[in-house]
């Protein structure tokens, strides 16, 4: 009976408790939940669905990456023209086009000397034509003689190049999103833009040489997304990095990265990239410079069929990796052709004559791209072609005339009207 | 009035006769157009007689599909069908013809369905090929879209004991792998589970080839063996003879298709070996490795080659091999690049057949693997000296072994013994060797002027030689030459493949250090392959050293048998 008695005291306790619990409890969640809604979300981000797939998220809303990579060099001039403070103003004809096109990202491999001018481009774009503006960072690559990652000067110079470039840029509403470096990490294996430090030098190992190198620049860049990030929470930053290459060594020394931005020239797509990226390093994939050059190498002439052919299905192929798509690997947040304009310095950059001329010479060989692969020496990729409008010696309001190639149209319906080869195409949305 | 006219005509008629050459153009021309209209009609008359002979054969085709009682009465006249519009690429008019049949009988649909991805697929490949672009990027989408569809249906449609099915998996996958899609590596799993599925439930073993034979010629090695070993197994499950199964292998071998010539001739091995007496099984085997073995003309497969060999010393020792058969294991060794077997088996030569033709050939190979790829310059030395220390005149080898010492000689600053070396050489080989003799007065004028070894050469002694570039293995370079056994004056053309780490857009200039005996030719450092001829008989040793930006990629060595 005591024990009923007490029993029944202890229940009422119980259930004065039991009433009052639920109600702080909902109380505390109306507070966290106001206290989450008062903290912003990031104005740009990336949020990971199930199963590592990735959806890059801008304003609150889905945003697939319809870019070009744009360095608007008229004829004549190289790369070290100011393009930015032309008072022929070249991103206002382009703007209009890409809009006209579908185009809703533009990528500047790194911002102009002026802040000011580079802002009004910025601003420009994003005002006017919606366009939103990927800027990127060499992260030194081109410095002479060569990048000396391991080098605590070289270090800092670049860093405060970086952080600087971040603090003028972070507040502008057109900003997507920062790259840190291109194809940097080539420089790791040793064959491009080699570098060293005394350590790797008594290194007899080759290949122990090349995972020093790796192992110093991730981790060095890692040391700059951190940095970017508690300056800037408000954008991604990439890991600019040519083909998957080292990213073994960025998934031990760059887990802060927020995605990769990754150089693919594979040809008519992109093979098994999404899912080995996904082994490697899972984290979103931008495909930040890939397309076809339009001449023809072995038959000596413009061909802009072959390449609509290859950027058409290069395309292709990221749509059927994005979020919504369930067929694919769902790791990759669109892409950045390369390129809007031709450049017609490329070939003989040293030579002012030559960039007069659009230089039919190939540079480089790639077999992949196999119209024109029987070309002499197998060299068929032509730098000063890539341009998916062309650029004509005719001045229009001091600029060069801008002629759209076959590929500008195709892209164009591509994106209107994105068919993909499997069951869930009507899924993918625009 | 009309009198008047008359009279003008006559006039005009008779004006007319006036000129007998135009008269006789006239009339030319009238041939020439009457020869013409004839010929139009013609030309017009059997083009009709033959669309009207497709025509009625279409037509004759669908009769014979519609009233088919079973499946398998439907493959022929369907394959016929698509045969017939194919070879005038008539693509989307045998996508119609297809629609039509399928809705006269509904239950063509699997054949329709495949026939019609099939055709879409064509299609899509000849628009690419002919770049006929207009089509491509009009119709691409929608041709694509009913290709997957159709192919899905068929596979939907049809049960795994129907070759239907397998065909349809096959035409999915390689759409993907031509895409180069997200959805291959699936399809190809599909397409290899339909295939073997299939052979388990049906005796027929063509969708088998059909499929190994696709996966061939797209590069899926692995797979396509892995079909063709099912195919030949099915092949030695039937009432087929020993003979009639080497007969196909041989056959295959004939056609380029090692792979399939291998497995079946496995198959045939296997079954012969138990119930062969060893004198009788022996031939077979020495056939065979003969077949396989290194040749510049025709195909084989030195790996298999080797294979077989072995299995000959399994199982009678290497006793049973005559001069010939021995010298061909190394060579074939030699020519695989497995050098250090190679190597072996040149001995295993030398001491069973000491006064063999080849033998001072031998000897001067061993010597040369010892000392450039084993880095045994002692052995190699030992060798080259054998060579030198016959009695007589010296055979080429040993004049080119008089070369290589003072090679080694120059490199190790023993410039005295180089000397010697060198104008040992040119008196043993005036008048016989120009080619050597050229290189050996090169390297002597070296030594007079005091100048050091010509730049690659050198690099390639260092590279070879030294302890601290043992990590360069060969490996990084594929240096080929095409023959390996030439006449004299007989052009013979070089080239290297190198492997070096990715650089994107950004090419790496290589330099390409050629050294050694190049022949009439002295390539450039930018040439990474050339042709030349050579004047001297003997073994030719070709050097390479192929150098990047940041430093040497590797070397390499190829050995060329000059008659």
Known sequence: ?430 | MIKSQITNYKSQTNSNTKSPKFQTDAFLLVIVISVLYIVCNLVLGICNFCYAQDSDKSAALSKQIIGAKSNAELYAPFEELKDSYFKDNKYTEFVESLRALSQQKKALEPFTDYYIALSRYQQLKYLEETQGWDEYFSQGNTYRDELTKAAQNAIDATTINEPLNPYARLILWQFHKDQQDAFAEQALTDLMNSVMEYSKVSADTKPIKEAADKLLSYGEKGKSKELYRIYAEKLAASDIKDDSLAAIASGFYKEGNLDLAESIYNIYLDRITASTPREKLLPVLTDIAREFSYKDQGPSDPVYAEKIFKKIEELAGKKVFDQELMYLRAFNLEKAKEYQKAKDAYIDFLLAFPAATHSDEAVFKVGIINTYILKDKKEGRNYFKELISKTGTLRPWGISALYQLGLLSQWEDDLTAANDYYNRLIKEAAGKYPQMLARASERLKEIEEGKPMEYGLKTFLDVSLKEEYSALDMSKIDLRTRPYQANKEQAVNISSAVYAAPTGCMEVQLQYLWSGDLGSKKPSNDQSAFATVYTDTGTQVINLVVVSPSGIIDRSLDLVDTY
């Open chain 1, 1 to 430: 009976m005591r024990l009923s008695t007490s029993n029944t005291l202890h229940q009422g306790r119980f259930s004065r408790q039991s009433r009052t619990v639920p109600f702080l409890g909902i109380i505390l969640c109306i507070l966290f939940l106001l206290g989450m809604a008062s903290r912003p979300k990031p104005k740009v981000y990336i949020k990971k669905l199930r199963h590592s797939r990735y959806q890059l998220i801008v304003d609150r809303k889905p945003y697939i990456v319809k870019g070009v990579c744009y360095n608007p060099i008229p004829i004549g001039q190289n790369h070290e023209y100011d393009w930015w403070s032309s008072p022929d103003k070249p991103w206002i004809v382009d703007g209009k086009l890409m809009q006209e096109m579908g185009v809703n990202t533009i990528r500047i491999y790194q911002a102009g000397e002026n802040p000011e001018a580079v802002k009004k481009v910025i601003r420009d774009m994003y005002e006017l034509y919606g366009i939103r503006t990927i800027l990127g960072h060499w992260l030194g690559f081109w410095e002479y003689p060569c990048p000396f990652y391991g080098d605590k000067i070289f270090q800092d110079k670049i860093k405060k190049e970086v952080l600087e470039m971040v603090e003028l840029y972070k507040d502008e509403p057109g900003l997507l999103l920062w790259i840190l470096g291109n194809e940097n990490n080539y420089s790791c294996l040793g064959m491009v833009n080699k570098w060293s430090t005394p350590e790797i030098d008594n290194e007899p190992d080759p290949q122990k040489q090349k995972a020093m190198r790796a192992r110093i620049y991730y981790s060095y860049v890692n040391g700059l997304v951190a940095q970017i990030h508690k300056i800037d929470p408000n954008h991604p930053v990439a890991l600019g990095n040519g083909e998957l290459i080292g990213l073994e060594f960025a998934r031990e020394f760059a887990p802060d990265v927020d995605l990769v931005a990754c150089i693919i020239y594979r040809g008519r797509t992109f093979g098994s990239l999404f899912r080995s990226l996904k082994a490697t390093f899972d984290k979103p994939v931008l495909l930040s410079e890939f397309g076809a050059d339009a001449y023809d190498a072995y038959l000596k002439k413009e061909d802009q069929n072959m390449q609509a052919f290859f950027l058409e299905s290069q395309w292709r192929q990221i749509y059927e990796n994005l979020a919504d798509n369930k067929e694919g690997e769902g790791n990759c947040l669109g892409g950045t052709t390369f390129e809007w304009t031709d450049e017609w310095w490329k070939h003989d950059e040293n030579n002012p004559e030559s960039w007069k001329v659009h230089d039919t010479e190939s540079n480089w060989s790639n077999g992949s791209y196999y119209f024109d692969i029987k070309a002499d020496g197998n060299k068929n990729m032509n730098e000063e072609w890539f341009g998916i409008v062309a650029l004509s010696e005719e001045l229009e309001n001091g600029l060069n005339k801008r002629i759209p190639r076959k590929a500008y149209y195709v892209i164009k319906e591509f994106w209107k009207n994105p068919s993909l080869d499997n069951k869930s195409k009507n899924k993918v949305k625009k």
